[in-house]
């Protein structure tokens, strides 16, 4: 791009998008952790937490009360978090925000790398295309459809994806690749 | 020259951006304090089985709600865990409530006795925000201040805990669980006391 390639930036600008990578990979690691403990990672985990509450009683729809003997193993003994309508707009949108401008400074920094054409805008994509399957999917999953949950899933790894493509390639370029001199 | 100067322009104004999305993507993690299990269990001592019932307000109930208690309940149906005694008699309905507020969810545990009346109520979730400004109440155990009163009680801040002189924020949360168990309390008189009186 403007004749510039990674490989060929100022030092400067090479640390800057090495810590920029580094930052962000650090960040996903803890967006992991954080899914894995409070939801889990599974599309039944994110089924579980998403999708509204079915009753557990078969109540029918018009029904006004319905009752039924419980075991009580069938009641969570683990920590569950619920993921209600409010919370789920509130996180659309700063996830939808956040991870949009983290898609666009990767997608930034990778738009200077040698890879072909082609191959720079599909990888480019993924992390714009994994943030909007991940909040679409928890949309169409509390809304929809339960087994929605799976485009949460597909749309992490999606983003995840793409950032280890990114990060990979262009720390290759950055600091490996030798530049042909004309 | 003038490339380099644009790009590098490009680069600091879109991590400018960046850095303030990131500060507007802040979403505090939940935190949860005891799983319904464990709620259901520590509340129905002395139950030998368990049961739920799941009710749904009729339109006039949920107005009654809006009208008299400036509460519009916006759930489908609610549910309670019953605990019974060997003679099928009710020892305790457990009922879970929650609030989405602007810092995130607080939900409670309420246990209600055969008449109404509440016998315990416990914090179960909050989030990673709320947490400081209600531990200290939680670690005095405030929701002991609500017990045996019901739906027609006053659930305002009890005098110990406006003693407490607390900044506003604890207090704001106090009485948001404060409502959280008034409204158990009304949804137990109005679903299961009053509309068939069989419990």
Redesign the interface.
């Known amino acids: 791009m403007f004749g510039w390639t990674l490989s060929r930036l100022p030092l400067s600008a090479k640390v800057f998008c090495t810590l920029v990578f580094a930052g962000i990979g650090l960040g996903c690691l803890a967006a992991f952790t954080q899914a894995a403990t409070a939801i889990g990672l599974s599309a039944s985990d994110v089924a579980a937490s998403l999708a509204p509450e079915m009753p557990m009683t078969h109540m029918g729809h018009g029904q006004m009360s319905a009752e039924k003997e419980l075991d009580i193993g069938q009641l969570s003994s683990a920590a569950k978090v619920w993921i209600r309508t409010p919370l789920l707009i509130q996180t659309s949108h700063t996830h939808l925000f956040g991870q949009t401008l983290i898609a666009g400074l990767l997608g930034l920094i990778f738009l200077f790398s040698s890879v072909g054409e082609w191959k720079k805008a599909v990888i480019l994509a993924l992390p714009f295309v994994g943030t909007m399957l991940d909040i679409g999917g928890m949309w169409l999953t509390r809304f929809a459809w339960p087994s929605f949950a799976v485009l949460v899933t597909i749309g992490g790894s999606t983003f995840a994806l793409g950032y280890c493509l990114i990060a990979v390639i262009s720390l290759y370029e950055l600091w490996l690749k030798q530049e042909a001199h004309p | 020259m003038k490339?380099r100067r644009i790009?590098i322009a490009?680069?600091q104004a879109?991590?400018l951006?960046?850095g303030g999305?990131?500060a507007?993507?802040?979403?505090t993690?939940?935190v949860?304090l005891?799983?319904?299990?464990?709620a259901?269990?520590a509340m129905t001592a002395g139950a030998k089985?368990?049961?739920?019932?799941?009710?749904?307000l009729?339109p006039n109930e949920r107005e009654a709600l809006r009208q008299q208690r400036g509460w519009q309940p916006d759930e489908?149906?609610y549910?309670f865990?019953?605990g019974r005694d060997d003679a099928g008699k009710l020892v305790t309905a457990v009922m879970f409530l929650?609030e989405?507020t602007i810092h995130?969810?607080v939900r409670v545990a309420v246990g209600l006795g055969p008449d109404g009346k509440v016998k315990d109520a416990k914090v179960v979730?909050l989030s990673e925000e709320t947490f400081p400004w209600l531990k200290p109440l939680i670690d005095l155990d405030f929701t002991r201040d609500y017990v045996a009163r019901d739906s027609r009680a006053s659930f305002g801040l009890s005098q110990r805990v406006e003693q407490m002189h607390l900044e506003s924020m604890p207090l704001f949360y106090a009485q948001i669980v404060a409502s959280l168990i008034q409204r158990a309390a009304l949804l137990f008189d109005l679903?299961l006391l009053k509309?068939d009186g069989k419990i």
Request: glycine share 4%.
């Open positions: 490339q790009i490009l680069i879109f991590w951006v960046v999305g990131v507007l993507a802040h979403v993690p939940p949860v005891i799983s319904d299990r464990d259901v269990l089985k368990f049961f739920v019932r799941e009710v749904r009729t489908d149906f549910r865990y019953l929650t989405v995130g969810p979730e679903t509309r």
